[in-house]
């Protein structure tokens, strides 16, 4: 039997967290009222992508929609828009090179949409840890800053390595929903990095 520790805490600092998508950018969507109506699927802004050969994509086009791939916590790093396109501001250890493929909206504050009877899952608990996490303290304007999320598919060439990946616990629903497109794209990166 292993003995056990006592957790800790580790706070991050924008040079320590990794050089990819992390939890601390994305987490909810499709979780209880979490982005809850959202698209369920990635939006693509890298049609032209390798990985997306022959899925019959184009820009704007939602990835798994159908399917709803997009969730149910998925990962994301902090990003600008310039020119229609996404691309990592590094503020979060992110590599200036990881190409931003394909993202949704995620949140980190259930919607309190004051129905009657309606039961909030997370809350704001999430938020509250990710503003700890991310600013050292708690207040209205950190829990507002850590509202807002993002999940990412994303491509990274380091060296001679290569790091790829679609940042969502549901990519599999595709699969088992015969979701075309999301086979097209898993068949691509198995290609890819399986030879």
Known sequence: MLPLRRPVLIRLTARQCPFGVNALRGVYAGLGRCAGNGPGGFTIYRPDHWAF?????????????????????????????????????????????????????????????????????????????????????????TLDACARGNGMIIHWKKGKGEVFTAASCEWVAGLIRNDTQVIAVTRNVLDRFGT
């Open 53 to 141: 050969d022959g899925a019959g994509l184009g820009y704007g086009d939602a990835l798994g929609a159908a399917s709803r791939i997009f969730g149910y916590e998925v990962d994301g790093l902090d990003y600008r828009m310039e020119d229609g396109l996404p691309f990592p501001t590094c503020t979060d250890g992110a590599a200036p090179d990881v190409a931003i493929l394909a993202m949704g909206l995620a949140t980190n504050i259930e919607a309190d949409t004051g129905v009657w009877g309606e039961t909030l899952y997370i809350g704001s608990a999430d938020a509250a840890f990710k503003a700890m996490a991310l600013y050292g303290k708690v207040t209205p304007e």
